[in-house]
Nanobody, 121 residues
Framework: VQLQASGGGFVQAGGSLRLSCAGS????????IGWVRQAPGKGREGVSC???????????EYSDSVNGRFTISRDNAKNAVYLQMNSLKPEDTGVYFC????????????WGQGTQVTVSS
């Protein structure tokens, strides 16, 4: 099982970035995929999650801190999930991880490496 996150970078406040998560080695359609971030010196924070396409959960979630600014989507044909991040703020700075699990409401069981997002003020 592999999850590969990419698309991070350095951006000024108010800017945008699009993160991508590519999955392989498992049935991608069967898994919920989420984004979790970790700011310097802080614990991990769930940012967003999108349910599997094959299940019945039918959920898209956002944390309060990103709701209205971030949009998650998935393209099962490409085994990919995207996180469009707009109106970025310095407090969005951190390492962003993508992860997979059976449901958004359960713990993730597969994790990818992170991609760094840095937002300057």
């Amino acid at each position: 099982v592999q999850l590969q996150a990419s698309g991070g970078g350095f951006v000024q406040a108010g800017g945008s970035l699009r993160l991508s998560c590519a999955g392989s080695g498992f049935t991608f359609d069967d898994y919920a995929i989420g984004w979790v971030r970790q700011a310097p010196g802080k614990g991990r924070e769930g940012v967003s999650c999108i349910s599997s396409s094959s299940g019945s959960e039918g959920r898209i979630e956002y944390s309060d801190s990103v709701n209205g600014r971030f949009t998650i989507s998935r393209d099962n044909a490409k085994n990919a999930v995207y996180l469009q991040m707009n109106s970025l703020k310095p407090e969005d700075t951190g390492v962003y991880f993508c992860a997979a699990g059976p449901l958004c409401v359960l713990e993730y069981i597969h994790w990818g490496q992170g991609t760094q997002v840095t937002v300057s003020s």
